[in-house]
């Protein structure tokens, strides 16, 4: 019997050895970036200890980041620096970067962390992750009301050239074109809007480049109302974001969150990012 016994386990024990095992399949992973240019939100945070959170496949509008933000489970936005708009993941170089994020499409909530009563989601986006296609998700906003663009535009490489994107993030400016080094480069369109993204326009170059950017009203060609700088190399792509409230703005407003009078400074800028 127990030769019959030893016998058994030891066929069960040849068999399990040869069973085909076949490992999960591991997900496939994209990239995505977050850049904050909205003015209610900045200025809300600089004027309070708490700040936003970017709530990814969640509605736990209670969630509460770690007091060490890199152990943060979502994107949070706290603690402005008044040099440069924030951005998460925070940068450690020139080129932007990203965060991993699964293939396919996710639930993106902007939500108010700043404990004027119950917290508030204040934008809502799905976004598709692709792996061959990094995301930047730019939040703007009009009047505390919320807006976003979503890039998932396509570079492909040329050493001949560079591709610069510009998104349009200021209301109330109008139509606007840009020049650079007082020229309107023939990929460049006639003039943008609020929240328009022209993907990457192809700019040819024979070397390292620095451009001067001015931003002027469509129809004027005399008094820029924004200017930038910036210095380019073949191969890889920009972009150019225009944001904040230029003179034609309606002076104030009353917050949709917090029900407070607001009143509006002109900061109409040009933000310059390295992508790719």
């Known amino acids: 019997m127990k030769k019959y016994i ?39 945070v600089s004027g309070s200890p708490s700040g936003a959170i970017v709530l990814v496949d969640s509605r736990d509008t209670t969630y509460t980041a770690a007091p060490t933000i890199e152990y943060s489970q979502f994107p949070y936005l706290y603690r402005v620096d008044n040099s440069s ?22 639930q993106l909530l902007l939500t108010d962390t700043s404990g004027y009563g119950k917290r508030r989601i204040l934008d809502s986006l799905q976004v598709d992750i692709k792996p061959d296609a990094p995301a930047i998700v730019y939040y703007g906003d009009s009047c505390g009301y919320f807006s976003h663009i979503v890039a998932t535009d396509k570079y492909l490489i040329d050493t001949t050239k560079v591709g610069v994107r ?31 993204n022209t993907g990457f326009l192809s700019l040819p170059v024979t070397g390292p480049a620095t451009y001067n950017i001015k931003l002027y009203n469509a129809g004027n060609t005399s008094n820029y109302i924004a200017t930038g700088s910036i210095t380019v190399t073949p191969g890889h ?18 917050d949709p969150i917090t029900g407070r009078t607001v009143s509006i400074a002109p900061n109409l800028s040009i933000l310059t990012t390295n992508n790719f």
């Open 6 to 44: 030893a016998l058994l386990s030891m066929i069960c024990l040849a068999a399990a050895c040869n069973k085909d095992v076949t490992p999960p399949d591991l997900p496939v992973i994209g990239k995505i970036s977050y850049v904050f240019t909205s003015s209610a939100l900045i200025n809300a």
């Open 85 to 106: 708009l924030p951005v998460y993941p925070r940068l450690n170089s020139i080129w932007t970067k990203f965060t991993d994020l699964n293939q396919g499409k996710h």
């Open 166 to 196: 510009i998104i349009n993030l200021s209301p109330f400016t109008g139509p606007v074109y840009m020049t650079l080094n007082k020229q309107v480069p023939v990929s460049f369109p006639a003039s943008t809007k609020y929240k328009d």
């Open 237 to 254: 792509a920009y972009t150019l974001v225009i944001y904040g409230y230029s003179n034609n703005n309606p002076g104030s407003y009353v």
